[in-house]
């Protein structure tokens, strides 16, 4: 897999809330239909780096550069047209509608039609429609989800809530598919799963995705590469065995050898 034209090149971010430095000047790249695990301590700043990529955030300095293109000065809303899409920590579904509703929201996004068409119903809005419905049972087949497709998506259970979440993201047809925290709350059937779908969806659709997920066992087993914050600073970068073994990520999880040693004989 060729690193010399990444999808997604972050260069030198910085963010600061207040006086409070949540990103020291970040740089990592995502290669063209890689897996690239996002990990770090709480307070690490992950999600800051997730909210500076997607637009939610303004970084202070530094470029984000997608397929070439910087994103300093790209709306929030228009992230999805250019190939972006993610999901969220805490899952944010429309309960009460159904997960075909749920997951054809997606679709709003990249939409070409505008209100005009729409009320005549133009023959563009009719091709945009059929469009989006194939992709959506494409989707639901996938993901495993035609079984509940009309049941409210308060309804079901919260795994299947978090696939639903990924589908809807999957709608934008992205480039890049970005996951924050896509195992919390799983069990362990459920992660193993979820493994297994991300590579399916990163070779099925030919797509990179940047992962942000606590854990650890998942990371290393999905990830192509796998970049280490601590602080709002990056302390590795490379394959999941050598950011496994880099001692700076080691102190980071598991504190000073001599601080353990310390506290070893404390009752």
């Given at each position: 897999?060729?690193?010399?034209?990444?999808?997604?090149?972050v260069?030198?971010?910085?963010?600061?809330?207040?006086?409070?430095?949540?990103?020291?000047?970040?740089s990592f790249?995502v290669?063209?239909?890689?897996?690239?695990?996002?990990?770090?301590?709480n307070?690490?700043?992950?999600?800051?780096?997730?909210?500076?990529?997607?637009g939610?955030?303004?970084h202070?300095e530094?470029?984000?550069v997608?397929?070439?293109?910087?994103?300093?000065?790209v709306?929030?809303?228009?992230?999805?047209?250019?190939?972006?899409?993610?999901?969220?920590q805490?899952?944010?579904?429309?309960?009460y509608?159904s997960?075909?509703?749920?997951i054809?929201?997606?679709?709003?996004n990249?939409?070409?039609s505008?209100?005009?068409?729409?009320?005549?119903?133009?023959?563009?809005?009719?091709?945009?429609?059929d469009?989006?419905?194939?992709?959506l049972?494409?989707?639901?087949d996938?993901?495993?989800?035609r079984?509940?497709?009309?049941?409210?998506?308060?309804?079901?259970?919260?795994?299947?809530?978090?696939?639903?979440?990924?589908?809807?993201?999957?709608?934008?047809?992205?480039?890049l598919?970005?996951?924050?925290?896509?195992a919390?709350?799983?069990?362990?059937?459920?992660?193993?799963?979820?493994?297994?779908?991300m590579?399916?969806?990163?070779?099925?659709?030919?797509?990179?995705?940047?992962l942000?997920?606590?854990?650890?066992?998942l990371?290393?087993?999905?990830?192509?590469?796998?970049?280490a914050?601590?602080f709002?600073?990056?302390i590795?970068?490379?394959?999941?065995?050598?950011?496994?073994?880099?001692?700076?990520?080691i102190?980071?999880?598991?504190?000073?050898?001599e601080?353990?040693?310390?506290?070893?004989?404390?009752?």
């Amino acid at each position: 897999m060729s690193q010399t034209q990444p999808l997604l090149r972050v260069t030198g971010v910085k963010m600061r809330f207040g006086g409070v430095v949540a990103l020291g000047g970040v740089s990592f790249d995502v290669g063209q239909r890689q897996i690239c695990g996002l990990i770090g301590p709480n307070g690490s700043g992950k999600t800051t780096m997730f909210n500076c990529i997607s637009g939610i955030y303004r970084h202070v300095e530094g470029d984000i550069v997608f397929e070439g293109r910087s994103l300093n000065n790209v709306p929030r809303h228009d992230m999805a047209g250019i190939g972006l899409g993610r999901t969220f920590q805490n899952v944010a579904l429309f309960r009460y509608m159904s997960v075909r509703d749920n997951i054809l929201v997606g679709a709003h996004n990249t939409a070409k039609s505008g209100y005009i068409a729409n009320a005549l119903r133009l023959p563009s809005v009719r091709r945009e429609q059929d469009a989006a419905e194939k992709r959506l049972y494409e989707l639901l087949d996938m993901l495993d989800l035609r079984q509940v497709e009309n049941t409210p998506a308060g309804a079901i259970p919260f795994g299947w809530q978090k696939r639903v979440e990924m589908a809807r993201a999957l709608m934008t047809n992205p480039k890049l598919l970005m996951l924050d925290e896509p195992a919390a709350g799983l069990n362990h059937s459920e992660v193993d799963e979820l493994a297994g779908l991300m590579t399916r969806i990163r070779d099925e659709l030919s797509l990179s995705i940047l992962l942000v997920e606590h854990h650890m066992s998942l990371v290393m087993r999905v990830s192509d590469k796998v970049v280490a914050l601590e602080f709002g600073l990056k302390i590795a970068d490379g394959t999941p065995e050598e950011v496994r073994n880099e001692p700076e990520v080691i102190r980071a999880y598991l504190g000073e050898p001599e601080e353990e040693s310390a506290h070893a004989g404390v009752a």
